[in-house]
Structure formats: structure tokens, C-alpha cells
């Protein structure tokens, strides 16, 4: 069966058929899945199990591997292969961690709106994200159009926003929840980048609102003017218009451009078990001549 995609919305989130990610991919598969992501930004396979191992095959096929927040970090990890980020909510044996436990600083992190790793240069491209075990109520996944949500600003916003960076920080969206307990050497292995609040994406051609909770300051203004701007930004980014829910079921695989979307979880019982697995590529920053 040749490869189809079904459009969700006119122009985001589109779910694929006919393809096993299991297995390589001919590269006239790879180039109509990267010309699907620059036109849908965020693509769902349905009943795609896979092991890690093939995971990150799969996602090698659209660029260097970036590893988030495993840089500089000595944690102990439960999956053997280092290019895949576990975001299951249990410890190195597998049981459903207390909810009180430091690990789910991370995982309930991922419940604000963000562009994973946009606190990294290079930051992230694609997300790969394989649901395994998902609680039978809430843990949905959703997504924001950040195209859609640019084109929908005033004249007045856009030209305010032009040239203006945005400081991105990895620990910002930690702190906010009371600190994840990250040690100096992780602290250090990811200081601050500077980001462009509107970039265009070299693929469809489009700007793009490029904000989130990594974002914590404005180059060159007072820090409660920048943070009010950023978190206007991010309401506006994120009307239900410009939204995709996602409902899991088990092997599940989504895909997303974190150039162009943001995504968060929704909240769960966190006595449940959640347990999905992430890999991620770099922006493959282009030459300036
Ligand atoms: C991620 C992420 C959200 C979720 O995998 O990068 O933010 O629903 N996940 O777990
Ligand atoms: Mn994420």
C-alpha cells in the first residue's frame, strides 16, 4: 500500500498510512515524509510498534541526533540506547515512581506549552515520540501552530516583534514548579541561547512564532516588560484554533516540527502509568555565506 496522508486541518496535523516505520525507509519516503512535515508540521502513525532501537533508526533518517537534557547529566538510566529520551513516569525498575519523587519535576514540566530542547543550540528539528502505556484518562498530547498563530497577529505586533531574540532557558520551566533537582555540571552544561521571537522555516517558507516556556527574557528590555510580552505571546499561541488534541492509543507514533509547533501533555493521575519514548534531531544549521 503506497504511503497516504489523511490533513487533519487544512494545513496542521495530518495522519499517515501505509508506511512501517519499523523498517528503512528509500529516501522517496523520507523526502514525502519531510515534504508532509513542512506542510502539516505535526504527523500521526497509528499502530506502529517499534523497538528503541529502530526508534532511532527511524528518526536518523532526518538528521543528527540531539540528546535534550541527557547532556552533562551522570543520572543513572533505564533504556540502554542513549538516543532515546524515556519519559516514562517509573524508576530504573520499572514501578510507577511516588508522584512526589524529583523525576516527575521533569515529566509535569512537559505539561507547559514548549519547542523541545529550544534552549539548546542547535535546537531540536523533528520529536519522535512513541506513546507505549498511556493512562486510561487524560495524557493527551496537543500541539500549537505556531505559522497559523504568527499570520494571525496585528501589523502592530508583527512589526514590534521584528528583530526581536528571546532568551531561552533550559531550567526556567523546572524552577517554575519548585526545581528539579539538577546538579551544578547540568546547570552548566546548558547555559542560555538566544533565539529570534519570529523565524521563517527554510521548508514551507512560512514565519513562525518561535516562543514558549524556555523563554524567560527579551534582549535589550526590563525583565517584567519582556516576561508579560512572552506571556501574551504564548496565550495568543495557543487558542484553541490553532490547537491538535491528540488521544493516544498504544504504538502510536508522532512526529513534529519544534520549529514551527508547540506541544504539552495534559495532566494525568500520576499514580497511572505513562510511558512513552522520545527521540529528537538537531536543526542542521545552514552555512551563511
Ligand atoms: C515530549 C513531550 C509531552 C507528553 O515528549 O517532548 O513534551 O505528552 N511530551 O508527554
Ligand atoms: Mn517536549
Request: net charge negative; proline share 5%.
Given at each position: 500500500?503506497?504511503?497516504?496522508i489523511?490533513?487533519?486541518?487544512?494545513?496542521?496535523?495530518?495522519?499517515?498510512?501505509?508506511?512501517?516505520?519499523?523498517?528503512?525507509?528509500?529516501?522517496?519516503?523520507?523526502?514525502a515524509?519531510?515534504?508532509?512535515?513542512?506542510?502539516?508540521?505535526?504527523?500521526?502513525?497509528?499502530?506502529?510498534?517499534?523497538?528503541?532501537?529502530?526508534?532511532?533508526?527511524?528518526?536518523?533518517?532526518?538528521?543528527?541526533?540531539?540528546?535534550?537534557?541527557?547532556?552533562?547529566?551522570?543520572?543513572?538510566?533505564?533504556?540502554s540506547?542513549?538516543?532515546?529520551?524515556?519519559l516514562?513516569?517509573?524508576?530504573?525498575?520499572?514501578?510507577?515512581?511516588?508522584?512526589?519523587?524529583?523525576?516527575?519535576?521533569?515529566?509535569?514540566?512537559?505539561?507547559?506549552?514548549?519547542?523541545?530542547?529550544?534552549?539548546?543550540?542547535?535546537?531540536?528539528?523533528?520529536?519522535?515520540?512513541?506513546?507505549?502505556?498511556?493512562?486510561?484518562?487524560?495524557?493527551?498530547?496537543?500541539?500549537?501552530?505556531?505559522?497559523?498563530?504568527?499570520?494571525?497577529?496585528?501589523?502592530?505586533?508583527?512589526?514590534?516583534?521584528?528583530?526581536?531574540?528571546?532568551?531561552h532557558?533550559?531550567?526556567?520551566?523546572r524552577?517554575?514548579?519548585?526545581?528539579?533537582?539538577?546538579?551544578?555540571?547540568?546547570?552548566?552544561?546548558?547555559?542560555?541561547?538566544?533565539?529570534?521571537?519570529?523565524?521563517?522555516?527554510?521548508?514551507?517558507?512560512r514565519?513562525?512564532?518561535?516562543?514558549?516556556?524556555?523563554?524567560?527574557?527579551?534582549?535589550?528590555?526590563?525583565?517584567?516588560?519582556a516576561?508579560?510580552?512572552?506571556?501574551?505571546?504564548?496565550?495568543?499561541?495557543?487558542?484553541?484554533?490553532?490547537?491538535?488534541?491528540?488521544?493516544?492509543?498504544?504504538?502510536?507514533?508522532?512526529m513534529?516540527?519544534?520549529?514551527?509547533?508547540?506541544?504539552?501533555?495534559r495532566?494525568?493521575?500520576?499514580?497511572?502509568?505513562?510511558?512513552?519514548?522520545?527521540?529528537?534531531?538537531?536543526v542542521?544549521?545552514?552555512?551563511?555565506?
Open positions: 500500500m503506497p504511503m497516504k489523511e490533513p487533519l486541518n487544512t494545513d496542521f496535523a495530518a495522519r499517515v498510512a501505509g508506511i512501517d516505520l519499523s523498517q528503512p525507509l528509500s529516501d522517496q519516503l523520507v523526502s515524509i519531510e515534504q508532509a512535515m513542512a506542510q502539516y508540521a505535526v504527523l500521526v502513525f497509528r499502530n506502529q510498534p517499534m523497538t528503541d532501537d529502530q526508534h532511532a533508526a527511524f528518526t536518523r533518517h532526518f538528521g543528527p541526533i540531539d540528546k535534550g537534557l541527557l547532556v552533562g547529566s551522570k543520572r543513572k538510566r533505564r533504556l540506547n542513549p538516543d532515546v529520551i524515556d516514562a513516569n517509573v524508576d530504573l525498575e520499572g514501578n510507577v515512581l511516588p508522584a512526589s519523587n524529583i523525576r516527575n519535576v521533569s515529566l509535569i514540566a512537559n505539561q507547559f506549552w514548549h519547542s523541545d530542547s529550544s534552549f539548546k543550540n542547535p535546537p531540536a528539528k523533528y520529536s519522535i515520540l512513541c506513546g507505549m502505556e498511556l493512562p486510561a484518562q487524560g495524557g493527551q498530547t496537543e500541539f500549537a501552530d505556531q505559522r497559523a498563530a504568527y499570520d494571525a497577529l496585528s501589523d502592530d505586533m508583527k512589526t514590534r516583534l521584528q528583530g526581536l531574540v528571546a532568551e532557558w533550559a531550567y526556567h520551566s524552577n517554575m514548579l519548585g526545581g528539579g533537582g539538577q546538579s551544578p555540571e547540568e546547570m552548566d552544561a546548558l547555559p542560555a541561547v538566544q533565539w529570534p521571537i519570529v523565524h521563517t522555516i527554510p521548508e514551507s517558507g514565519n513562525s512564532l518561535f516562543v514558549g516556556i524556555h523563554t524567560r527574557e527579551i534582549e535589550g528590555m526590563g525583565t517584567a516588560e516576561r508579560m510580552l512572552l506571556h501574551d505571546l504564548l496565550e495568543h499561541a495557543t487558542q484553541r484554533q490553532f490547537v491538535y488534541r491528540h488521544e493516544w492509543q498504544a504504538n502510536d507514533v508522532l513534529w516540527d519544534n520549529q514551527c509547533t508547540l506541544h504539552r501533555g495532566a494525568y493521575d500520576l499514580s497511572q502509568l505513562r510511558e512513552l519514548r522520545r527521540c529528537t534531531t538537531e542542521v544549521m545552514q552555512n551563511v555565506v
